[in-house]
């Protein structure tokens, strides 16, 4: 069982559409990233947190959108996608950024 | 810029074997280095580290892990191998302790299948 937690487990969405990804970690961790992952492929980094401030953008289309409402949570804002954002979005958490991470199972993204 | 290398993209292996999984880093000074699993569905999970001291490093699960500098290598090891270590294997390394949780640059990845 993994302490990070994300919802959904799953998620359709056309193009219009707009969705939001959600993690939680209860670890008192204070960074927190996102990374998408395609079939057959490793993570990519997407987002860094820290503190609740985003320190590290690998320069991600703005129809993503990361929100940090706090210590516990990050969102993922889904706007406009393309297919080829198809993808298992992974969020994971650490003490801080020097500290190894922890992962959450991901949302397995589908965009029709 | 730092890199990784798995050679094998599969391995086969049957129950009750070893197993080795290589992985060569490219980085000009000592990298921190990780091992993670990620198993069909699930998340990737940290098997173990290595950031320094002792060159062969133990993990969860069984795994254990040595560090050689003058190869530049990372490799997994498991003594004896069960269904259940059937997943996808990733090699990970950071540039820094600072950045360890920052800029994970991760392998491509070897699948490990499990023969009954």
Redesign the interface.
Known sequence: D?E?T?TPKHLVMGMTNKKSLKCEQHMGHR?M?WYKQKA????E?MF?YSYEKL??NESVPSRFSPECPNSSLLNLHLHALQPEDSALY?C?S?Q???????????TRLSIL | AQSVTQPDIHITVSEGASLELRCNYSYGATPYLFWYVQSPGQGLQLLLKYFSGDTLVQGIKGFEAEFKRSQSSFNLRKPSVHWSDAAEYFCAVAPSLEAAGNKLTFGGGTRVLVKP
């Open positions: 993994t990070v994300q960074a990233y057959k492929k490793p993570p980094l860094v320190s590290i992974l994971a650490s801080d950024t020097s500290q190894p991470q922890h992962f959450g199972d991901g």
